[in-house]
């Protein structure tokens, strides 16, 4: 029972353009949302976190977007660089456990 | 800030050792320490909570006699597969979060575990 889905497993996008990624969730529990980013043979680097309390929380070019009732959140990537390349990861938590629960990630390619 | 140094990064044994992986935080104390498994093109797999000077706890599924986990210090936390066998083969990733909840988890670089 995949809690948190992210269900496109990749996508390409041109420099300079905008990146978004998708994440579903199942549990009306969570209240506490990150993403992550993950080279090969890395940990994950923290990027941005939204509480359920708001809508959107904005940290440079990385914006996330929470929609509660859809229980979708995504990030948009603005503008996007070579350097942003990675395997981006959502997860979600609740305050009463504060375990992650991870989805099974997006590869993105900025292509030069 | 928020370092969290994991070692070793890679490690290759034999089948029925046992093996050790040390997970510090280096720049911060960390009260909670969590320990994941990822198999290749999957998510991160929670196994284990620690906090510290206190018992792990182990999600469901996951052997706690098999996967020792000991949270000594506010900076170090150690799991250790034991007898461990080519199934165990995995990637396995340690993060570290803060007295403050609200704070997010750090992860390390995660070790490469092969079995063989």
């Known amino acids: 029972d995949q809690q948190v889905k992210q269900n496109s497993p990749s996508l390409s996008v041109q420099e300079g353009r905008i990146s978004i990624l998708n994440c579903d969730y199942t549990?009306?529990?969570?209240?506490?949302f990150l993403w992550y980013k993950k080279y090969p043979a890395e940990g994950p680097t923290f990027l941005i976190s939204?509480?359920?309390?708001?809508d959107k929380n904005e940290d440079g070019r990385f914006t996330v977007f929470l929609n509660k009732s859809a229980k979708h959140l995504s990030l948009h990537i603005v503008p996007s660089q070579p350097g942003d390349s990675a395997v981006y990861f959502c997860?979600?938590?609740?305050?009463?456990?504060?375990?992650?629960?991870f989805g099974t990630g997006t590869r993105l390619k900025v292509l030069a | 800030g928020a370092v969290v140094s994991q070692h070793p990064s890679w490690v290759i044994c034999k089948s029925g050792t046992s093996v050790k992986i040390e997970c510090r935080s280096l720049?911060?104390?960390?009260?909670?320490m969590f320990w994941y498994r990822q198999f290749p093109k999957q998510s991160l797999m929670l196994m284990a909570t620690?906090?510290?000077?206190?018992?792990?706890?182990?999600e469901q599924g996951v052997e706690k006699d098999k996967f020792l986990i000991n949270h000594a210090s506010l900076t170090l936390s150690t799991l250790t597969v034991t007898s461990a066998h080519p199934e165990d083969s995995s990637f396995y990733i340690c993060?570290?979060?803060?007295?403050?909840?609200?704070?997010?988890?750090?992860f390390g670089d995660g070790t490469r575990l092969s079995i063989l």
């Open positions: 549990n009306s529990m969570f209240d506490y």
């Open positions: 993060s570290a979060r803060a007295r403050d909840r609200d704070q997010p988890q750090h």
């Open positions: 620690s906090n510290e000077g206190s018992k792990a706890t182990y």
């Open positions: 720049d911060f104390q960390a009260t909670t």
């Open positions: 997860a979600a938590s609740d305050t009463g456990t504060y375990k992650y629960i």
């Open positions: 939204i509480s359920s309390i708001k």
